[in-house]
């Protein structure tokens, strides 16, 4: 039998980070490093470590851990950053690239990174100009492979995270999605889990190349990852 895929995840409290962890449980094929700033209740049967580190020393971590592949679900919301845009950018964007080119110096060669729908580094809308950056700035650390995910509204349970016009889109999702065709598809909701599977199949390829993955992408990516080792649970 072959080792386990190791994946590295910064990010993993929050919602994705979180539902990653969860998907992964009872798999055989992986193991998880979360590498986080603070403490989190994992899930039961989780085989995983979870190392508690200033974002200083990521890139010791990641130097120690030698993982196979790096996944970022680092975000922050603009409320969260005080409405102040280099709040935002030190989370979205500078903690982000940091660790991506910490990762790739320690030999890292694969990483997922959790973007959004609608980033352009042209766009008017600040968030999505900053994700936008951010891809660019991705593409060229020289990771073998790399897949960027542009989800739209994520759907799931937040830790006391969801703001009033959030919560109220989620509850409309199932109507608004069935309004949302051709080029708007990509704009629909996507749930936390199905991200979090698309995330474990992305990690299991190896062939090289930039790949950018919209709602249906995503989807996609999900339903190819193998099921057979949760369903021994």
């Not at 679900?73 to 102040?84: I, P, S």
């Not at 660019?136 to 703001?163: C, Q, S, W, Y």
């Not at 949302?180 to 090289?208: E, F, N, W």
């Amino acid at each position: 039998m072959s080792s386990p895929l190791r994946i590295a995840i910064v990010g993993a409290t929050g919602l994705i980070g979180r539902t990653l962890i969860e998907r992964s449980v009872g798999r055989e094929d992986i193991r998880i490093l979360a590498i986080a700033r603070r403490e989190m209740k994992l899930p039961v049967g989780a085989k995983m470590e979870m190392i508690l580190a200033d974002p200083a020393a990521w890139e010791a971590v990641l130097a120690q851990a030698k993982p196979d592949v790096l996944v970022s679900a680092l975000g922050t919301t603009w409320a969260k950053a005080g409405k102040d845009e280099a709040a935002f950018r030190a989370v979205d964007q500078e903690l982000v690239m940091n660790t991506a080119r910490a990762a790739r110096e320690h030999g890292v060669n694969r990483m997922i990174a959790v973007s959004s729908v609608g980033a352009d580094t042209a766009s008017k809308n600040f968030y999505l100009r900053v994700k936008g950056e951010v891809e660019r700035d991705l593409l060229k650390v020289g990771f073998d492979r790399l897949d960027i995910l542009r989800p739209g509204l994520l759907r799931g349970a937040r830790e006391n995270d969801r703001r009033v016009g959030e919560r109220l889109g989620i509850a409309l999702s199932p109507l608004l999605d069935l309004a949302l065709h051709g080029k708007y598809r990509k704009y629909r909701s996507v749930s936390a889990t199905l991200m979090a599977d698309c995330i474990l199949a992305l990690a299991q390829r190896k062939p090289a190349g930039k790949f950018v993955h919209d709602g249906d992408g995503i989807a996609r990516a999900a339903h190819g990852l193998p099921q057979i080792m949760r369903d021994k649970e």
